[in-house]
Nanobody
Framework: QVQLVESGGGSVQAGGSLRLSCAASGDTITSYYMGWFRQAPGKGREGVACVRPISGTTYYADSVKGRFTISRDNAKNTLYLQMNRLQPEDTAMYSC????????????????WGQGTQVTVSS
């Protein structure tokens, strides 16, 4: 069982930056693939980025490539998402999630989720 708690959300103007954190407890994250997802009002949840546990290989949605950076600190049991050059279309509830075996953008495959942190970007 893994518990996840996100933090770092807030309101920024377009072009600004935020850094989200996801603190894990209940189990070490070294064997988990960790991802960030977001859900905008009236839309389904979509995958934003994922990072592998040992190699640190990262994967990104096309919409955030070059602007967002996912990283993890296994020693601190924490996942991060650095978001730069934010745009109004990035406004959403951001959640972290973990799973085993491989990265995926399919939300149905992730058994453990945080409660989310709101990001609002104004133009």
């Amino acid at each position: 069982q893994v518990q996840l708690v996100e933090s770092g959300g807030g309101s920024v103007q377009a072009g600004g930056s935020l850094r989200l954190s996801c603190a894990a407890s209940g189990d070490t994250i070294t064997s988990y693939y960790m991802g960030w997802f977001r859900q905008a009002p009236g839309k389904g949840r979509e995958g934003v980025a994922c990072v592998r546990p040992i190699s640190g290989t990262t994967y990104y949605a096309d919409s955030v490539k070059g602007r967002f950076t996912i990283s993890r600190d296994n020693a601190k049991n924490t996942l991060y998402l650095q978001m730069n050059r934010l745009q109004p279309e990035d406004t959403a509830m951001y959640s972290c999630a973990v799973k085993r075996n491989y990265c995926s953008g399919d939300v149905r495959l992730y058994p453990y989720w945080g409660q989310g942190t709101q990001v609002t970007v104004s133009s």
